[in-house]
């Protein structure tokens, strides 16, 4: 069996729990989620959704703000469920205002 040094015994729980101190932080970090979240909203915005999906739109702004607010707080549980609820919302909007544009009539 390979003996560690003495330092390196006194050292090695600190060093573990830093590591995955770390480790656990950066999984926590919603950013998938929020970048969904932002790209839908675009998506839901250029098919028309302030105007055609006006509540739904809202809504997912709302979610994105929610999300915003817990990451900055550090509560990525909470960031990360916003998120996904933004993302749905304005997935919603998106398509209730394609289907609102592709009923209207064209001039």
């Known amino acids: 069996m390979i003996e560690l040094s003495r330092s390196l015994k006194t050292f090695l729980p600190t060093i573990v729990l830093l590591a995955t101190a770390t480790l656990a932080a950066c999984a926590g970090y919603p950013a998938q989620q929020m970048y969904d979240a932002r790209q839908a909203i675009r998506a839901a915005e250029k098919a028309g959704a302030a105007q055609y999906a006006p509540?739904?739109?809202?809504?997912?702004?709302?979610?994105?703000?929610?999300?915003?607010?817990?990451?900055?707080?550090?509560?990525?549980?909470?960031?990360?469920?916003?998120?996904?609820?933004?993302?749905?919302?304005?997935?919603?909007?998106?398509?209730?205002?394609?289907?609102a544009m592709s009923s209207a009539p064209r001039p």
């Open 55 to 99: 509540e739904p739109y809202a809504a997912a702004q709302s979610h994105l703000k929610s999300a915003e607010n817990s990451l900055h707080g550090g509560d990525y549980r909470s960031a990360r469920d916003e998120a996904e609820q933004a993302r749905e919302k304005a997935m919603e909007a998106r398509r209730q205002a394609e289907a």
